[in-house]
């Protein structure tokens, strides 16, 4: 019963703070199966997110088995004929403030050096961000859509869904990594898993068990001081 599952959830040692420190973005993940019942579970706890006048404007794709196969390859054939991409909206404006930009370009300089890919080295950074359409071979992966009606509000709705969704793998011992790339082609997802124009796709969220083994899972990207991001008024 859901009794039992909160019960038995309030009984692990793990705390939001502990949740918020281990959750990181995986990109390389064992060939081990998650249970769907686990899933089930984090959806169970991440329906609690709260959304403005309760309108819970999320819909999740469970894909996994087959299906994620044909769809990894679609997406992956996608990209390497340079289909071009349309997100359903826009993630990034086009002109970001300079601050945003740098923390930005920070980002994936960190991930290439780590793994010793040079700006000049092409092939290996295609290589590398193709890996993406496949959900960076995690077994499960969640795909995120809204109703095409509704406005900036429920997409900050869905925003706080997802970080439950993160934050609920991790207290079960699972990885994630939130994809926008995974909603550049949503019309092959739409076909894929049989939605309608009326969703958009928001985004993908690779999960699984991660391969702490692997170079790519060995950085931490930075994080602002409180100061430098929050004023305090009294």
Known sequence: SRTNLIIEFMEK????????????????FLNQPVALEDVRKILEFARKTPSGTNTQPWTVAVVSGETKRKLDAALVQAFREGAPKKLDYNYYPSS?????????????????????????????????????YSAFGAPVVLYFFINKLVDKGSFMDCGMFLQSVMLMATELGLASCAQAALAEYPDIVREHLGYSDDNLVLCGLALG???????????????????????FFA
Request: aromatic share 6%; glycine share 2%; charged share 30%.
């Open 13 to 28: 040692n793990m705390n939001v703070s502990q949740a918020l420190i281990e959750r990181k973005s995986v990109r390389a």
């Open 209 to 231: 068990y991660e391969d702490t083994t692997a170079l790519i899972n060995s950085y931490r990207t930075a994080r602002e001081e409180v100061d430098v991001f929050a004023k």
């Open 96 to 132: 970001l403030p300079l601050a945003m930009k740098q923390r930005r370009l920070a980002c994936g300089l960190q991930m290439y050096q780590t793994l010793g890919i040079t700006r000049q080295d092409q092939d290996r950074r295609l290589l590398q961000w193709e890996q993406n």
